[in-house]
Nanobody, 122 residues
Framework: VQLVESGGGMVQPGESLRLSCAASGFTFSSYAMSWLRQAPGKGPEWVSAISAGGGSTYYADSVKGRFTISRDNAKNTLYLQMNSLKPEDTAVYYC????????????????WGQGTQVTVSS
């Protein structure tokens, strides 16, 4: 199993980034997916999640209206479009795959990527 994040970098406040997560070694279309982030000195925060088929999504209040999660099951890839970035979005962003047998509220991660750094600074 492999999850490889890309697309991180350093941007100024108000700019955008698109993270990608390329999956291999498991049946991508059968797994719910999510993004979690961890900022220096802070605990992890669930940012967003998407059901296996893509029909259901979840967003943390801190990113709602600015971030969009999506997936392409034909390409085994998960995305996170991040707009209007703020300094408080600075963190390492981790892609993960898991199960959500009773909806996204029951999401449990199984596989993790290595993370990609996002830095928002003027």
């Amino acid at each position: 199993v492999q999850l490889v994040e890309s697309g991180g970098g350093m941007v100024q406040p108000g700019e955008s980034l698109r993270l990608s997560c390329a999956a291999s070694g498991f049946t991508f279309s059968s797994y719910a997916m999510s993004w979690l982030r961890q900022a220096p000195g802070k605990g992890p925060e669930w940012v967003s999640a998407i059901s296996a088929g893509g029909g259901s999504t979840y967003y943390a209040d801190s990113v709602k209206g600015r971030f969009t999660i999506s997936r392409d099951n034909a390409k085994n890839t998960l995305y996170l479009q991040m707009n209007s970035l703020k300094p408080e979005d600075t963190a390492v962003y981790y892609c993960n795959a898991g199960s959500a047998a009773y909806g996204l509220g029951s999401y449990r991660p199984s596989y993790w990527g290595q993370g990609t750094q996002v830095t928002v600074s003027s």
